[in-house]
């Protein structure tokens, strides 16, 4: 049998934009949330009491949630771009072309953007400017299934888990 032994309630609600068929999981850093929905809505949030801080439109559809450090968002496009927003106001910062649509969300570390596409390549963007800096590409079985589980960045290294069982830290 199953007994309740506490209550929850709904801290704060706020509408972001339309997420159609699914959604994407926030970046919470400090008393922030930054958060994207599939249809190129990106905000950023008050964790304390959900008010809205900016809100703006990319201009194109999204693969995947928001990666952020608290200085710089990142948003993965359907198309195979990563744009780069600056967290305190919203206002692009650049925005560049990747070998393919990535459904994982980006990395930020000291000095590069770091995104995983789903051709299963990793790029490195440099963070200040998104010129591409390096790109790695591992070959996969033929059959590995598509995968978007999140990459770690420690210090200057990043961490790649593939779907084949291998971590790669790059």
Known sequence: ????????????????????????AP???????????????VARVGLA?????????????????VGSDGQVVIVNTR???VIAL???????LWDAR?????????????????VR????RVQGFDRQTGELQWSYMRT?????LKTDTRMVVSGNTVFVPLPVGRLVAI
Do not use: C, H
Not at 2 to 9: F, K, L, S
Not at 103 to 113: C, E, F, K, M
Not at 117 to 120: C, E, I, L, Q, V
């Open 1 to 24: 049998s199953y007994e309740q032994t506490a209550q929850g309630a709904m801290v704060w609600s706020q509408s972001i934009g339309s997420s159609g068929d699914y959604g994407f």
């Open 27 to 41: 970046a919470i850093l400090g008393e922030e949330v930054f958060v994207a929905t599939p249809d190129g809505s």
């Open 49 to 65: 009491n959900g008010t809205v801080r900016w809100s703006i439109k990319v201009g194109a559809e999204l693969s995947s949630g």
């Open 79 to 81: 198309d195979g771009r």
């Open 86 to 92: 600056d967290a305190s106001n919203g206002n692009q």
């Open 98 to 114: 990747t070998s393919t649509v990535s459904t994982t969300p980006s990395v930020i570390g000291p000095n590069v953007v770091v």
């Open 117 to 120: 596409n789903d051709d299963y």
């Open 140 to 144: 996969n079985a033929p059959l590995a």
